[in-house]
């Protein structure tokens, strides 16, 4: 098996990761709001982080 590895994902690929982000970013919002904790990977390891750690989101979104 050949495969070929690129460094800069295509159009598409951008636009999925963006939506991914932006998703990710509102999911963490919302727990940061409600004091949930959330729980990242950070280091090769899960770690639980307690809503008051948790970033805020960028404005506009």
Known sequence: MHVI???VPSLA??????VL?????KA???KRRL?????I????APVR???GDL?????GL
């Open 5 to 7: 590895k690129k460094t």
């Open 35 to 39: 004091g949930h904790y959330a729980i």
């Open 13 to 18: 690929g951008q636009q999925q990761l963006e």
């Open 41 to 44: 990977w950070q280091d090769g």
């Open 55 to 59: 970033p805020e989101a960028p404005s």
């Open 21 to 25: 982000r932006q998703a990710v970013s």
């Open 49 to 51: 982080k307690e809503a």
């Open 28 to 30: 963490l919002d919302k």
